[in-house]
């Protein structure tokens, strides 16, 4: 393959001026929280999840849980080049460095583009949570959201990964209870998770097909997708090497679990198909307990959102440090986005990522939940790419945890995840596949005429060994 970058050791070396390296301050407690934080399990069963409902009905459980058996794959890739690559860039760094520079431009932009969609779309679910106490309008919460978690963004990670610990206590504390609350009111036995049944027009119960459940796991694999977060922290977390992958697997392993037991006991618990269907589970466990325990666990939703929102600019101002640190942008461009602050964080970038999603808070953004899922597909299929090519020459010696069953995971993930694509609606392809083509034109007339000067990705210097 053309285009490809030299091997890790033998990268070009930072140039005297070039921006300081992220700190190493956090282990795997602390990295399992971040990341955690930004999977944001409540926040996605109670964002998310009611519009699987509505849906796929009572397939939702089953998508959900087939979407988590794909993301084991998909973890094992992501702890294998995590581990080979430690880098703030994330998967745009690790497809860079294997598979080549176009195809981790791709990638960069794949998730750039989850990165800044879908903060503000959960953001603006804060005002429905908050409904118990004051009435919001959703687009000033999720900027409101937005802007807070700017502020956050800007401190010492040290003190984010606490922060953000006691938030998603708060968050773990609502899906038990829903859980709870769900299994102790069924109305519907173990068989009704494989029914596929969903409320239709005028009363009618529809047949949820095989084809529409394929097409419902790219939303599923984005329910679980933010443990990919500890691959971008990898570059603040201590002995990458070894915890990376432990973040990674155990960040899956605990949402998919916080994730999958309330939506089994939504499903068991809701009165009818059609309250199942309409999805509103703060109205289901009210009627479940009383007003009260409705009141916390929306307020536990709201706090769960916010501390979505913290994570997921940390997470975004890294990738779009690392970009800046690789001279992705015109020079000016570069400069200002890998600035770091006092606290050691990059804080034009974190300025960078939080104001704009505030602003796309006012912006409709119903599509977009679409071309998020064909934007995660899209690239879990590039990092399998990647795995296929992790073993190569340098890279087959180096220190890294290794995937069990390689090459058979990413060859079968790399099928899947293709024929998960060409179920996706045409308008949610073409809107990814008209910016992935703006994209390349970038790279063609830009980057690649300037390949000694430009998107030089590179790997800190504690991480070759």
């Known amino acids: 393959m053309t285009d490809t970058l030299p091997p890790v050791e033998t990268a070009l070396p930072q140039a005297p001026d070039s921006p300081q390296k992220l700190k190493r301050s956090i282990g795997v407690v602390g990295g399992t929280l971040l990341t955690l934080s930004c999977v944001t399990p409540a926040s996605t069963l109670f964002v998310v999840v009611p519009d699987l409902f509505g849906s796929l009905g009572t397939a939702t459980a089953l998508t959900i849980a087939i979407g988590s058996l794909l993301c ?3 973890a094992f890739c992501y702890s294998e080049l995590g581990t080979l690559i430690p880098s703030a860039g994330g998967e745009y760094a690790i497809v860079s460095t294997l598979a080549g520079r176009l195809a981790g431009w791709l990638v960069f932009v794949l998730s750039l583009l989850v990165v800044m969609i879908v903060p503000p779309v959960i953001a603006m679910g804060t005002a429905d949570y908050l409904a118990p106490i004051v009435h919001l309008d959703p687009s000033f919460a999720g900027a409101a959201v937005m802007l807070l978690a700017t502020l956050a963004g800007l401190l010492d990670l040290r003190a984010n ?8 206590v708060l968050e773990v504390i609502a899906a038990a209870v829903v859980a709870v609350l769900g299994f102790a009111h069924g109305h519907r036995g173990a068989g009704s998770l494989v029914s596929m049944q969903v409320a239709g027009g005028g009363g009618h119960t529809d047949t949820v097909t095989a084809m529409l459940v394929v097409s419902g796991l790219a939303i599923a694999l984005f329910v679980t997708q933010g443990f990919s977060t500890a691959v971008y922290l990898s570059e603040e977390l201590e002995n990458p090497r070894r915890n990376v992958a432990r ?10 679990v916080i994730i999958l037991v309330p ?15 309409g999805g509103d589970i703060s109205a289901m466990v009210t009627a479940w307990s009383n007003s009260a325990v409705g009141t916390f666990v929306s307020l536990c939703v709201a706090l769960a959102i916010i501390n979505a929102g913290i994570v997921m ?21 570069n400069d200002v ?10 804080w034009v970038a974190t300025l960078a990522v939080g104001i704009p999603g505030a602003l796309l808070c006012f912006v409709n953004l119903d599509t977009l939940y679409g071309v998020t899922g064909v934007s995660v597909t899209g690239m879990y299929l590039l990092v399998a790419v990647a795995a296929l090519l992790s073993r190569r020459g340098h890279h087959r010696h180096a220190h890294a945890w290794r995937m069990p069953l ?11 995840l293709g024929y998960i694509l060409t179920q996706q609606e045409t308008t949610y392809l073409v809107w990814t596949g008209g910016i992935t083509a703006a994209a390349t034109l970038y790279w063609a007339f830009y980057l690649r005429p300037r390949r000694d000067t430009r998107w030089l990705v590179s790997i800190p210097e504690d991480a070759r060994t």
Request: glycine share 6%; aromatic share 10%; charged share 10%.
């Open 72 to 74: 084991i794959a998909v």
């Open 161 to 168: 990964a606490w922060i953000t610990g006691v938030f998603l």
């Open 247 to 256: 973040t990674v697997l155990a960040t899956l392993a605990i949402s998919s």
């Open 263 to 277: 939506v089994v006991a939504i499903t068991f618990g809701a009165s009818d198909l059609s309250e199942l269907t």
């Open 313 to 333: 600019v940390i997470q975004n101002s890294r990738v779009l440090f690392a970009s800046a640190r690789d001279k992705a942008w015109p020079q000016p461009v």
């Open 337 to 346: 986005f890998s600035k770091l602050g006092r606290f050691g964080s990059p």
């Open 406 to 416: 390689w090459p058979v995971l990413p060859g079968l993930l790399i099928v899947v």
